[in-house]
């Protein structure tokens, strides 16, 4: 089975600018979970997915959204970009709910 | 409010050295805790996931333990070789009241070092 796929791999904004990052999560696992990593504050959950529903919720500012579609695909969009929003932000898909996390390579968001 | 801490932030041994990480939380209230494995500029590989209901997991070189009473889990490398070098993260998953599942908290981390 392929793995966690996210893209795009790097990106490079500017202040106020918005992005958006998709993750494809493992064929039949229908929980997405998004995670921003920093030098700083280290992993930090943002949201969890599961069927098309948010099922848990971060402590980010109402900047930060997410969606998930029927196929399982999800993304996550951050608008009114900061410059304290540069980070790694690291998807992660599971199937059942006891079962680990398969995370993906990570999409690396510069904000200058 | 879950805390989760890892002790040493880093650490440096000679290959063939058994070592010990590791991590401890503030709530027993959890419904599991894993450990990761992180590669520079990479994402996150499990290494070994405990329920709330065991004391311990193995895999090959790796053993984890958990005591929830005490809020410690570690994570035992025997037999350290130089590709074990990494930052080794701990994560808790938290136990909602009702029951439900929470989401993961992760600690800093222990970035390790293995020379040959």
């Known amino acids: 089975k392929a793995g966690v796929t996210q893209t795009p791999r790097y990106l490079i904004k500017t202040r106020g600018q918005q992005v958006t990052l998709s993750c494809s999560p493992i064929s039949g696992h229908r929980s997405v979970s998004w995670y921003q990593q920093t030098p700083g504050q280290g992993l930090q959950f943002l949201f969890e997915y599961f069927s098309e529903t948010q099922r848990n919720k971060g402590n980010f500012p109402g900047r930060f959204s997410g969606r998930q579609f029927s196929n399982s695909r999800s993304e996550m969009n951050v608008s009114t970009l900061e410059l304290g929003d540069s980070a790694l932000y690291l998807c992660?898909?599971?199937?059942?709910?006891?079962?680990?996390?398969?995370f993906g390579p990570g999409t690396r968001l510069l904000v200058l | 409010k879950q805390e989760v801490t890892q002790i040493p932030a880093a650490l440096s041994v000679p290959e063939g050295e058994n070592l010990v990480l590791n991590c401890s939380f503030t709530d027993s209230a959890i419904y599991n805790l894993q450990w990761f494995r992180q590669d520079p500029g990479k994402g996150l590989t499990s290494l070994l996931l405990i329920q709330s209901s065991q004391r311990e997991q193995t895999s090959g070189r790796l053993n984890a333990s958990l005591d929830k009473s005490s809020g410690r889990s570690t994570l035992y490398i025997a037999a350290s070789q130089p590709g074990d070098s990494a930052t080794y993260l701990c994560a808790v998953r938290a136990l909602n009241y009702g029951g439900s599942q929470g989401n993961l908290i992760f600690g800093k981390g222990t970035k390790l070092s293995v020379k040959p």
């Open positions: 992660a898909s599971r199937q059942r709910d006891y079962e680990t996390q398969y």
